[in-house]
C-alpha cells in the first residue's frame, strides 16, 4: 500500500505542476496578438474581442440577424418563378453581393456559442472538481481504517476527476474575457488541487508514523 501511495503521489503532483505552469503560460505569457491584425480583423472582430458580457454581444446580434433574415426574404423573392440554374446564379450573386452582412452575422454567432460553451466549461469543471474531491475526501476517511484499499479505490479515482477537469480543453477563440475566465478557474482548481494532494500526503505520513 506504501508503495501505492507514492506512485499516486509522485505522478499527480507531476501532472498538476506541469498543468500549473502550462495555464500560467497561456494566460499571462503567451502572445494573442498579431502585427497583421490591423489589416485582417474585421470591425466585427474587433467588437467581438472588445465585448464584455454575453449580453453585449445580443445587443449586437439582434440587428445583425435581422438584417440577415430580411436578406433572405429579399432573396427569395428574386428566385420566385425562375429556373434552377438561374436561382443558382442569383444566389450566389446575392451573397456575394452582401457578404459582410452576412458575415457579421455567422461571427457574432460563432462568438455568442463560444462564449456559451466556455461558460459550460467552467460549470463542469467545478461540478465535477466537486464530485472528485468528494470521493478522495471520503476515501481518505477510509483510508485510516481498515481494510485501507478500500480507502484508496476511491482516492485514486478522486484524483483523477479532480486532475482531469483542470487539464486544458481549450483554445483562444471569440471574446478573451470568458476565454480568461476559464483559465483562471483551471488554475485556481488545479493549486487547489496541489494543495489537497499535499495535504493528503502529510496526513498518510503521519497515519503510518502513528500505526510504526
Same mark, same amino acid.
Given at each position: 500500500?506504501?508503495?501505492?501511495?507514492?506512485?499516486?503521489?509522485?505522478?499527480?503532483?507531476?501532472?498538476?505542476?506541469?498543468?500549473?505552469?502550462?495555464?500560467?503560460?497561456?494566460? *499571462?505569457?503567451?502572445?494573442?496578438?498579431?502585427?497583421?491584425?490591423?489589416?485582417?480583423?474585421?470591425?466585427?472582430?474587433?467588437?467581438?474581442?472588445?465585448? +464584455?458580457?454575453?449580453?453585449?454581444?445580443?445587443?449586437?446580434?439582434?440587428?445583425?440577424?435581422?438584417?440577415?433574415?430580411?436578406?433572405?426574404?429579399?432573396?427569395?423573392?428574386?428566385?420566385?418563378?425562375?429556373?434552377?440554374?438561374? !436561382?443558382?446564379?442569383?444566389?450566389?450573386?446575392?451573397?456575394?453581393?452582401?457578404?459582410?452582412?452576412?458575415?457579421?452575422?455567422?461571427?457574432?454567432?460563432?462568438?455568442?456559442?463560444?462564449?456559451?460553451?466556455?461558460?459550460?466549461?467552467?460549470?463542469?469543471?467545478?461540478?465535477?472538481?466537486? *464530485? +472528485?474531491?468528494?470521493? *478522495?475526501?471520503?476515501?481518505?476517511?477510509?483510508?485510516?481504517?481498515?481494510?485501507?484499499?478500500? =480507502?484508496?479505490?476511491?482516492?485514486?479515482? +478522486?484524483?483523477?476527476?479532480?486532475?482531469?477537469?483542470?487539464?486544458?480543453?481549450?483554445? *483562444?477563440? =471569440?471574446?478573451?474575457?470568458?476565454?480568461?475566465?476559464?483559465?483562471?478557474?483551471?488554475?485556481?482548481?488545479?493549486? !487547489?488541487?496541489?494543495?489537497?494532494?499535499? +495535504?493528503?500526503?502529510?496526513?498518510?505520513?503521519?497515519?503510518?508514523?502513528?500505526?510504526?
Amino acid at each position: 500500500m506504501k508503495a501505492l501511495q507514492i506512485v499516486v503521489f509522485v505522478l499527480a503532483m507531476l501532472v498538476l505542476a506541469t498543468l500549473v505552469v502550462r495555464h500560467v503560460y497561456v494566460r *499571462f505569457i503567451e502572445p494573442r496578438t498579431s502585427v497583421l491584425d490591423k489589416y485582417d480583423q474585421t470591425e466585427t472582430q474587433k467588437a467581438i474581442k472588445s465585448s +464584455g458580457s454575453l449580453d453585449e454581444l445580443l445587443t449586437q446580434y439582434d440587428p445583425a440577424r435581422k438584417q440577415s433574415d430580411d436578406l433572405d426574404k429579399q432573396l427569395k423573392g428574386m428566385e420566385k418563378n425562375k429556373t434552377s440554374d438561374a !436561382i443558382e446564379g442569383i444566389r450566389e450573386n446575392f451573397k456575394d453581393e452582401h457578404k459582410q452582412e452576412y458575415d457579421r452575422e455567422s461571427d457574432l454567432k460563432r462568438a455568442i456559442r463560444e462564449w456559451e460553451e466556455k461558460s459550460k466549461e467552467i460549470l463542469e469543471l467545478r461540478v465535477f472538481w466537486a *464530485f +472528485g474531491f468528494a470521493l *478522495f475526501l471520503i476515501g481518505t476517511l477510509l483510508q485510516a481504517r481498515r481494510p485501507a484499499w478500500l =480507502g484508496m479505490s476511491l482516492v485514486i479515482p +478522486g484524483i483523477i476527476e479532480m486532475i482531469w477537469w483542470t487539464c486544458p480543453s481549450f483554445r *483562444f477563440a =471569440g471574446s478573451p474575457l470568458e476565454f480568461d475566465r476559464l483559465l483562471m478557474n483551471k488554475l485556481v482548481f488545479t493549486l !487547489i488541487t496541489i494543495v489537497v494532494l499535499i +495535504g493528503w500526503w502529510a496526513i498518510v505520513t503521519n497515519t503510518r508514523k502513528q500505526n510504526e
